[in-house]
Protein backbone atom coordinates (compact mmCIF):
# COMPACT_ATOMS: atom_id res chain seq x y z
CA UNK A 1 0.00 0.00 0.00
CA UNK A 2 0.84 4.06 -0.70
CA UNK A 3 0.66 5.00 2.21
CA UNK A 4 2.20 8.90 1.39
CA UNK A 5 0.37 8.45 -2.23
CA UNK A 6 -2.82 7.84 -0.29
CA UNK A 7 -1.90 11.08 1.90
CA UNK A 8 -1.33 13.11 -1.24
CA UNK A 9 -4.17 11.72 -2.55
CA UNK A 10 -6.51 12.68 0.43
CA UNK A 11 -4.18 16.29 0.34
CA UNK A 12 -5.73 16.80 -2.98
CA UNK A 13 -8.89 16.26 -3.03
CA UNK A 14 -9.04 17.66 0.95
CA UNK A 15 -12.07 20.47 1.55
CA UNK A 16 -12.76 21.98 4.36
CA UNK A 17 -10.62 22.38 7.87
CA UNK A 18 -11.60 19.03 9.15
CA UNK A 19 -10.01 17.09 6.36
CA UNK A 20 -6.95 19.48 5.71
CA UNK A 21 -6.19 18.59 9.70
CA UNK A 22 -6.85 15.26 9.14
CA UNK A 23 -4.54 15.21 5.99
CA UNK A 24 -1.60 17.10 8.44
CA UNK A 25 -2.27 14.61 11.10
CA UNK A 26 -1.94 11.59 8.74
CA UNK A 27 1.23 13.54 7.29
CA UNK A 28 3.15 14.17 10.88
CA UNK A 29 2.50 10.30 12.16
CA UNK A 30 3.73 9.09 8.43
CA UNK A 31 6.65 11.52 9.16
CA UNK A 32 7.00 10.20 12.98
CA UNK A 33 7.07 6.63 11.98
CA UNK A 34 9.51 7.19 9.29
CA UNK A 35 11.66 8.69 11.89
CA UNK A 36 11.93 6.30 14.54
CA UNK A 37 12.49 3.96 11.87
CA UNK A 38 14.97 5.93 10.85
CA UNK A 39 14.27 6.67 7.50
CA UNK A 40 13.38 10.52 7.81
CA UNK A 41 14.40 13.60 9.40
CA UNK A 42 13.09 14.75 13.19
CA UNK A 43 10.13 16.22 12.53
CA UNK A 44 10.03 19.19 14.76
CA UNK A 45 8.27 19.56 18.48
CA UNK A 46 6.12 22.52 17.12
CA UNK A 47 4.60 20.42 14.10
CA UNK A 48 3.49 17.82 16.26
CA UNK A 49 1.60 20.18 18.42
CA UNK A 50 -0.08 22.05 15.41
CA UNK A 51 -1.00 18.33 13.75
CA UNK A 52 -3.14 17.15 17.25
CA UNK A 53 -4.29 20.23 18.49
CA UNK A 54 -4.24 22.91 15.46
CA UNK A 55 -2.70 25.38 16.90
CA UNK A 56 1.05 26.70 17.51
CA UNK A 57 2.61 25.39 20.81
CA UNK A 58 2.26 28.11 23.24
CA UNK A 59 3.12 28.79 27.23
CA UNK A 60 1.22 27.13 29.62
CA UNK A 61 -0.49 29.38 32.29
CA UNK A 62 -2.33 26.93 34.67
CA UNK A 63 -3.42 29.78 37.42
CA UNK A 64 -6.99 29.60 35.92
CA UNK A 65 -7.14 25.86 35.63
CA UNK A 66 -5.97 25.56 39.15
CA UNK A 67 -8.49 28.06 40.50
CA UNK A 68 -11.25 25.94 38.63
CA UNK A 69 -9.96 22.79 40.26
CA UNK A 70 -10.01 24.16 43.74
CA UNK A 71 -13.58 26.04 42.95
CA UNK A 72 -14.71 22.67 41.60
CA UNK A 73 -13.80 20.85 44.73
CA UNK A 74 -14.80 23.13 47.53
CA UNK A 75 -18.41 22.32 45.49
CA UNK A 76 -17.71 18.74 46.03
CA UNK A 77 -16.82 19.42 49.53
CA UNK A 78 -12.54 19.07 49.46
CA UNK A 79 -10.60 21.95 50.88
CA UNK A 80 -7.81 20.64 48.60
CA UNK A 81 -6.12 18.58 45.97
CA UNK A 82 -4.37 16.17 47.96
CA UNK A 83 -7.67 15.47 50.34
CA UNK A 84 -9.58 14.73 47.25
CA UNK A 85 -6.42 12.17 46.13
CA UNK A 86 -6.48 11.04 49.74
CA UNK A 87 -10.36 10.11 49.68
CA UNK A 88 -9.86 8.59 45.91
CA UNK A 89 -7.21 6.18 46.57
CA UNK A 90 -7.14 2.84 44.68
CA UNK A 91 -4.92 -0.27 46.14
CA UNK A 92 -1.85 -1.23 44.21
CA UNK A 93 -3.25 -4.69 44.06
CA UNK A 94 -6.95 -3.44 42.31
CA UNK A 95 -5.46 -1.24 39.79
CA UNK A 96 -5.43 -4.13 37.38
CA UNK A 97 -8.66 -5.63 38.06
CA UNK A 98 -9.96 -1.75 37.65
CA UNK A 99 -8.44 -1.21 34.29
CA UNK A 100 -9.98 -4.76 32.99
CA UNK A 101 -13.13 -3.54 33.33
Known amino acids: MDIPGAIRLLKSEARGEYLAGLVLCFETMWDLAMEILG ?8 R ?3 ASTGRA ?3 SDPVAKRERVAELLAR ?25 R
Open 48 to 50: CVK
Open 39 to 46: HGEPVPYE
Open 76 to 100: AGYDTVDQWRRSHRVPLASIRILGA
Open 57 to 59: PEP
